[in-house]
């Protein structure tokens, strides 16, 4: 039976429902406020009708307590989570919780109002709010691995680092403090003599923010649906606003360049970055391609797979990023033939192998026909871009693809046809991502049109 207590001008409606492991009693409870303009009469008929509807969701188990600490709830949520979302997913969620848990974790779930996410965001936006402090290494480490005729992955086995993050410190980018540690330990030198400490106070940017408001919409949406609260507080919170930012991409005069400079690069690298350029494919696509999914006389491809990786669980295999990202497309001609000779270089490679050899049919493996790992190809790349820096503009892996788009959208392909081949949900995000270009080829199209007409115009007279 439902208890009702009145609390100045709302109603505190409680239910039992019966006892824990301890014996200790469980109760649900809610708060209900009347409408104005109601008289007594009505306010007693209607919290006499919330009361029963309240006690019996929660004997058909429909309400939850929400009385718990965020922080209690945010770990239920994880646990439930864990199966529900992809790996990498899963991951970009766990990185974000630190920081929530630090300003909502010890509040409790039921009692969290736009106001406290308000605060948290600003919080965010402003300076100093990154946890870890950061540090650039301030001597040349290549010297010290040369002098000691050590192979990169050899020194970073002995540091305990990943390779990528020893290409960081090379390079001059801002470590963690373990890395940074951990380097140290190893050169047996004081880490103020290796590092200097970054600037701590660049508050973080607003698509970040953003990720920190749809990750908490998110979880508030699920406690709503468990029957922990009545309303989910981000959506009466406005959203970090997130600028504009167009992607970085090669024109054709650069893309060319590249393409002469990697006629002196490895064969692998060199088939994988030129497919990445002439198809727009992601990255975790292209290595996830098997033999299998090509049809070699046709020139189609199917992508139907990808190979991401995670510390934890290392190389492995995973969808496409969305169902319209499994599609078939037409390779160029040179796309075919780089792919043939590449087969052929495999096979090579395989008979040297000998046993060693595991054949699971990628297209792009390493030297026992392993899945290639993502992050050695960018790292690649982001060294071959480094010593070109004098005719190639800083760009990624994924600027390639943005490179295909553009190019795409520049020849005056029909922008369902990008979207397509790109494995975009619809074109609406191809023309959100590709704004820029599509403006550049309207405005060329006016001049065009506009140039017509004059020419005309003159002949007239």
Request: glycine share 6%.
């Amino acid at each position: 039976m439902a208890t009702i207590r009145k609390r100045n001008n709302t109603y505190l409606i409680t239910v039992s429902c019966g006892y824990d492991i301890t014996g200790k009693q469980i109760r649900r409870t809610m708060t209900y406020k009347p409408e104005p303009g109601m008289n007594q009469r009505q306010i007693d008929k209607e919290v006499q009708r919330q009361a029963v509807l309240f006690e019996e969701d929660c004997q058909k188990g429909l309400v939850m307590s929400g009385n718990i600490r965020f922080e209690l709830y945010a770990k239920k949520w994880f646990e439930y989570k864990r199966t529900e979302v992809r790996a990498r997913t899963y991951a970009a969620y766990q990185s974000l919780l630190p920081r929530i848990n630090a300003a909502l974790g010890h509040m409790r779930l039921d009692r969290i109002q736009p106001q406290h996410l308000i605060s948290f965001y600003n919080n965010l936006s402003e300076g100093g709010i990154r946890e870890n402090q950061r540090y650039i290494c301030k001597v040349d480490l290549d010297e010290y691995i040369r002098a000691h005729n050590l192979k990169l992955s050899v020194f970073a086995k002995q540091c305990g680092i990943s390779e990528s993050s020893l290409f960081a410190v090379r390079k001059g980018r801002n470590v963690g403090y373990k890395t940074a540690e951990s380097i140290s330990k190893v050169l047996l030198m004081p880490l103020s003599d290796l590092f200097n400490p970054l600037d701590n106070k660049r508050a973080l940017n607003s698509n970040t923010v953003l990720h920190y408001h749809k990750l908490l919409s998110t979880m508030f949406k699920t406690a709503v649906l468990w029957g922990m609260i009545s309303g989910n507080p981000c959506e009466r919170v406005k959203p970090p606003r997130v600028g504009a930012k167009e992607p970085k991409y090669l024109d054709e005069k650069q893309s060319a360049i590249m393409l002469d400079l990697l006629e002196y690069e490895r064969e692998d690298y060199r088939v994988m970055i030129r497919t990445l350029l002439f198809t727009g494919m992601r990255r975790g696509e292209l290595l996830g391609l098997k033999w299998a999914d090509f049809d070699f006389k046709k020139g189609l491809l199917q992508i139907s797979r990808s190979v991401q990786y995670l510390p934890e669980r290392g190389v492995y295999v995973d969808e496409t990023k969305t169902e319209t990202s499994k599609r078939i497309m037409k390779l160029p001609k040179m796309v075919v033939e780089d792919l043939k000779q590449h087969r052929i270089a495999q096979l090579e490679q395989r008979l040297k192998c000998g046993d060693r050899w595991i054949d699971n049919d990628f297209v792009f493996t390493n030297a026992e026909g392993r899945p290639f790992r993502p992050d050695t190809l960018s790292n690649w790349f982001r060294e071959f871009i480094a010593q070109h820096n004098d005719v190639l503009p800083e760009i990624t892996v994924h600027s390639l693809r943005h490179t295909n788009a553009t190019l795409m959208i520049a020849e005056g392909i029909p922008i369902t046809t990008v979207s397509k081949r790109l494995g975009h949900s619809n074109s609406v995000t191809t023309g959100r991502v590709y704004a820029h270009s599509i403006q550049s080829v309207d405005e060329a199209a006016a001049e065009k049109l506009e140039n017509l007409f004059a020419e005309k115009q003159e002949n007239a007279s």
